[in-house]
């Protein structure tokens, strides 16, 4: 008798998805645009000097950047480029920071969102979460992908509280993953995928929502709080 191995569930409708399109997302709070050098370089250095310990950048393989030239050079050698796919998340008329869509496979449905560079002016702040929750929404809602991946170094206590807050689910950590500024790095993964997605999205917009915030703007209720009720 022949032994039978076990396998993955069936995903009998599965065809491969299709790649992120470089349009913008637009939200109640914020827009993220295709990032272009002489579109957003200015107001982005501006609001990345406000980071005056240059800690946004101790975790990330590029920056701080000495000059705005050297800024708008970094910008122009990828904008052209489909991964990393970068946009620029813009509150009224200034950028305020970065981030991106990676390690995209449309075969199997994956997609990674990183190069995450939020400056000062944006850290903790109603729009940094909007920007997030319009990435996942054009990864789940709008392509049909399975998964949404969060990678960071295993040290970086904020990128990993952040990814949980968010809704990620942290899986594991890859030893040894890569040299960074000549320093290992030990990878955290963390993931999303599409089952979970309609609860992460409810908390999303519950905590969103204009009446979850006071009349000074402070939260009534955490995206953990609005995502578990």
Same mark, same amino acid.
């Given at each position: 008798?022949? =032994?039978?191995?076990?396998?993955?569930?069936?995903?009998? @409708?599965?065809?491969?998805?299709?790649?992120?399109?470089?349009?913008?997302?637009?939200?109640? #709070?914020?827009?993220?645009?295709?990032? @272009?050098?002489?579109?957003?370089?200015?107001?982005?250095?501006? $609001?990345?000097?406000?980071?005056?310990?240059?800690?946004?950048?101790?975790?990330? *393989?590029?920056? *701080?950047?000495?000059?705005?030239? +050297?800024?708008?050079?970094? /910008?122009?050698?990828? %904008?052209?480029?489909?991964?990393?796919?970068?946009? &620029? !998340?813009?509150?009224? @008329?200034?950028?305020?920071?970065?981030?991106?869509?990676?390690? !995209?496979?449309?075969?199997?449905?994956? !997609?990674?969102?990183?190069?995450?560079?939020?400056?000062?002016?944006? %850290?903790?702040? &109603?729009?940094?979460? =909007?920007?997030?929750?319009?990435?996942?929404?054009?990864?789940?809602?709008?392509?049909?992908? #399975?998964?949404? =991946?969060?990678?960071? @170094?295993?040290?970086?206590?904020?990128?990993?509280? &952040?990814? +949980?807050?968010?809704?990620?689910?942290?899986?594991?950590?890859?030893? %040894?993953?890569?040299?960074?500024?000549?320093?290992?790095?030990?990878?955290?993964?963390?993931? !999303? /995928?599409?089952?979970?997605?309609? $609860?992460?999205? $409810?908390?999303?917009?519950?905590?969103?929502?204009?009446?979850?915030?006071?009349?000074?703007?402070?939260? #009534?209720?955490?995206? &953990?709080?609005? #995502?578990?009720?």
């Amino acid at each position: 008798m022949t =032994e039978e191995l076990p396998l993955g569930f069936e995903v009998p @409708d599965w065809t491969p998805r299709k790649f992120p399109p470089r349009e913008p997302m637009r939200g109640e #709070r914020c827009v993220l645009e295709p990032l @272009d050098a002489e579109t957003h370089a200015l107001s982005l250095h501006a $609001a990345n000097g406000t980071d005056t310990t240059g800690m946004m950048w101790t975790y990330l *393989p590029y920056g *701080p950047f000495g000059n705005l030239a +050297e800024y708008e050079e970094w /910008i122009r050698s990828f %904008q052209e480029e489909d991964e990393p796919m970068f946009f &620029a !998340i813009v509150c009224g @008329d200034r950028a305020l920071g970065v981030a991106s869509y990676l390690r !995209i496979d449309p075969e199997n449905g994956s !997609i990674e969102i990183g190069h995450v560079a939020y400056s000062p002016l944006l %850290q903790q702040t &109603a729009p940094a979460t =909007e920007a997030m929750y319009l990435m996942l929404s054009r990864v789940f809602d709008e392509l049909g992908y #399975r998964r949404c =991946e969060w990678k960071c @170094d295993s040290l970086n206590e904020r990128s990993r509280r &952040a990814a +949980e807050r968010l809704g990620f689910t942290y899986e594991g950590t890859f030893r %040894q993953a890569r040299v960074r500024r000549r320093r290992n790095r030990d990878d955290a993964w963390f993931s !999303i /995928i599409d089952t979970e997605w309609p $609860a992460v999205k $409810a908390g999303f917009e519950a905590w969103l929502d204009p009446s979850n915030f006071d009349p000074d703007g402070k939260q #009534r209720r955490t995206i &953990a709080e609005c #995502r578990r009720s």
